[in-house]
């Protein structure tokens, strides 16, 4: 398994940007895909984006398309979640998820089916 690092986290206004990243360590990382993921106060943890190892496909929540980008640099072992109009709804704790694909084009959205977790990162967007 990887180990995960997020950072990037904290306030924002609405309306505003905010980019998080999550260092992998381990030489495996490009045979990964990865997500991230958030849990709001009182909330179950929720799936937000998605990429295949390859980089090459992305999957999305309906509730952050258009908003958010997920993308990641095999060279350097991270992926990151570019998070812009943010709003406060998106406040929450987000998560780097990675698991091991099989096929270079597989993404997952289900908690499940990832075996890696990092401890997370703080987002509050204030209004």
């Known amino acids: 398994q990887v180990q995960l690092v997020e950072s990037g986290g904290g306030l924002v206004q609405a309306g505003g940007s905010l980019r998080l990243s999550c260092a992998a360590s381990?030489?495996?990382?490009?045979?990964?895909?990865m997500g991230w993921f958030r849990q709001a106060p009182g909330k179950e943890r929720d799936f937000v984006a998605a990429?295949?190892?390859?980089?090459?496909?992305?999957y999305y929540a309906d509730s952050v398309k258009g908003r958010f980008t997920i993308s990641r640099d095999n060279a350097k072992s991270t992926v990151s979640l570019q998070m812009n109009s943010l709003k406060p709804e998106d406040t929450a704790i987000y998560y780097c998820?990675?698991?091991?694909?099989?096929?270079?084009?597989?993404?997952?959205?289900?908690?499940?089916?990832?075996?890696?977790w990092g401890q997370g990162t703080q987002v509050t967007v204030s209004s």
């Open positions: 381990g030489r495996t990382f490009s045979t990964y895909a």
């Open positions: 990429i295949s190892s390859s980089g090459g496909s992305t």
């Open positions: 998820a990675g698991r091991i694909a099989y096929y270079s084009g597989s993404y997952f959205s289900r908690q499940e089916q990832y075996e890696s």
